[in-house]
């Protein structure tokens, strides 16, 4: 009954149909992903282009040279106001504790919420 060529005319059938459903679905998704895909490769592409825009030399990308200057200027100013910190506000409301709060409380109210499903489920038998 295995090897019976109408069963297996059947299941190729049958799988040809779900293809045929799906490939709509699929389609969308694929080009869906696409999009998304080729929406962020700009953003990924200028960090790494010599745009004159972002240089402030002719020639395209930032020189050595340039670089230098900038962490030469940034550590000046470090060194010149000490008591500012790097600048990440840890005990702020708006800064990490905040931000692990907000998250914490959005989370933890997920996991109750799914506790308390899971008390409300009615146990079934196998």
Not at 41 to 59: F, M, R, T, V
Not at 97 to 114: E, N, P, R
Request: net charge positive; proline share 4%; hydrophobic share 50%.
């Amino acid at each position: 009954m295995v090897f019976d060529t109408k069963v297996k005319y059947e299941r190729t059938h049958i799988s040809w149909q779900v293809l045929d459903v799906n490939k709509p679905i699929i389609i969308g998704a694929v080009l869906l992903s696409l999009f998304a895909a080729s929406a962020f490769l700009p953003l990924a592409a200028a960090q790494y282009s010599s745009n004159p825009a972002y240089s402030q030399g002719g020639s395209g990308g930032v020189t050595l040279e340039e670089q230098l200057k900038v962490a030469r200027a940034k550590i000046a100013d470090v060194q010149a106001n000490p008591h500012t910190g790097s600048g990440t506000p840890v005990l702020d409301a708006n800064g990490v504790v905040g931000a692990c709060v907000a998250v914490g409380a959005v989370f933890g109210g997920i996991f109750i919420a799914f506790v308390v499903r899971a008390k409300q489920a009615k146990k079934t038998a196998y």
